[in-house]
């Protein structure tokens, strides 16, 4: 009785198996259908053009000296835009970052250049923190929100704001993609963002399956933000950027996705900060959106090929599922990230998807059982709404 039993189980851990490693191997060619639609769909005319462009404050947290901080921050100084004013804004006066700040206010002018130092704790999102302490320096009503490891181009400025002529958008963003690595788990970090996110997120967008809004590049009137409570109202928010965007469509007005790509910097120190990251990056997933993100199970194809393969014992339908799964993972990504990003570091980093893969599911699992978050380095316990509290306030 007891091997029949176990033969069955068998069996129904092979079925499951099999059908999961298949919906993921189908959902990665959908995937790489909708990159191809993406990349190839002329942009239509826009509906509506500002007749002469509106002034724009940019908005640039910054915590610490961050790989590459320079040439992020300058190259937000450089934009091929009439009139703009970017704020750096830091939360200490110890920061390291302020003598980088005050060298490049020097260098382009406190016209262009403004420096915050405020210590806001509004709440326990010090990126929001952040963000309304500089917003007490803005100038102006368009407002754009620009990470501190974000790399742009002198066009950024207009293609973010262009779609804010349409009184009827709300907000606008743009994708991006991560750079830089240089490190097995930079790679690995990399990936996650290019291979995993982004490609996620251009399926959704391509196919209307979600709204959404990224909030590393995001631009939106002074007026918007007011009337979904302000920066305040987000600063208990693990994923703010999903509250606002969620805010902002619910009030009737839309999101634009603009088909641009900016560069994220990938700066980590270590595979702890890496895995660290890794979790935290599927908890802000599983905190904006439990019901699905807790459905992408079925778009995992590599760790159910191998437990299909080894709940065959290796026979040779087993390794052959296991080996058909693995080339068509690979050859999909790599016409994702070499044709649809345009992203060599990732292609040459390729033979780091499998293990990515089978991580992944780990991660996967950690978001829905881990109750705690790191982020900069400072723990936080997660509500089921999605908020935020301070470790320490535990009690």
Same mark, same amino acid.
């Given at each position: 009785m007891s091997f029949l039993i176990a033969t069955s189980a068998m069996k129904i851990l092979q079925w499951i198996?099999?059908?999961?490693?298949?919906?993921?191997? @189908?959902?990665?060619?959908?995937?790489?259908?909708?990159?191809?639609? %993406?990349?190839?769909?002329?942009?239509?005319?826009?509906?509506?053009?500002?007749?002469?462009?509106?002034?724009?404050?940019? @908005?640039?947290?910054v915590h610490g000296l961050e790989k590459t901080l320079r040439e992020n921050l300058r190259s937000t100084c450089m934009q091929d835009y009439p009139l703009y004013q970017v704020v750096f804004?830091?939360? !200490?006066?110890?920061?390291?970052?302020?003598?980088?700040?005050?060298?490049?206010?020097? !260098?382009?002018?406190?016209d262009l250049v403004t420096l915050a130092v405020e210590n806001c704790r509004t709440g326990t999102n010090g990126k929001i923190n952040n963000l309304i302490g500089g917003l007490q320096?803005?100038?102006?009503?368009?407002?754009?929100?620009?990470d501190s490891d974000i790399l742009?181009?002198?066009?950024? @400025?207009?293609?973010?704001?262009?779609?804010?002529?349409?009184? !009827?958008?709300?907000c606008a963003c743009t994708l991006y993609k991560a750079s830089g690595a240089e490190s097995w788990f930079e790679k690995m970090e990399l990936l996650t963002l290019n291979a995993d996110l982004m490609t996620n997120v251009i399926f959704a967008h391509v196919t209307g399956a979600s709204k959404f809004l990224l909030g590393a590049s995001t631009a939106l009137r002074r007026s918007t933000l007011e009337g979904i409570g302000g920066l305040a109202g987000l600063a208990d928010y693990l994923v703010e950027d999903n509250e606002m965007g969620r805010r902002i469509w619910t009030s009737g007005k839309k999101l634009a996705v603009v088909p641009y790509l900016v560069d994220t910097i990938i700066d980590l120190r270590s595979?702890?900060?890496?895995?660290?990251?890794?979790?935290y990056w599927d908890q802000n997933s599983r905190a904006a959106r439990p019901y699905a993100y807790f459905a992408t199970v079925v778009i995992r194809p590599v760790p159910f090929a191998f437990l299909y393969a080894i709940a065959r014992m290796g026979d040779?339908?087993?390794?052959?599922?296991?080996?058909?799964?693995? %080339?068509?993972?690979?050859?999909?990504?790599?016409?994702?990230?070499?044709?649809?990003?345009?992203d060599r570091e990732g292609l040459k980093s390729l033979w780091l998807l499998i293990p990515h893969d089978l991580l992944a599911l780990a991660s996967w699992v950690l978001a829905y059982t881990k109750k705690t978050t790191v982020w900069r380095n400072a723990q936080f316990i997660l509500t089921r709404d999605g908020r935020i509290v301070a470790r320490e306030g535990k009690s």
């Open positions: 198996s099999l059908i999961l490693a298949t919906s993921g191997s @189908l959902y990665a060619v959908l995937s790489l259908l909708a990159m191809i639609r %993406f990349r190839s769909k002329p942009s239509p005319p826009p509906k509506h053009t500002f007749a002469s462009w509106p002034p724009v404050t940019v @908005l640039k947290p804004s830091v939360q !200490e006066l110890d920061d390291p970052a302020i003598p980088l700040l005050k060298q490049i206010q020097q !260098e382009f002018g406190s320096h803005a100038r102006h009503d368009i407002l754009v929100i620009s742009l181009r002198p066009d950024y @400025l207009k293609a973010v704001v262009a779609p804010l002529a349409d009184p !009827e958008v709300g595979p702890a900060q890496w895995w660290n990251h890794q979790v040779a339908t087993g390794l052959l599922v296991l080996a058909s799964v693995f %080339f068509l993972r690979l050859a999909t990504s790599a016409v994702t990230l070499a044709w649809g990003l345009k």
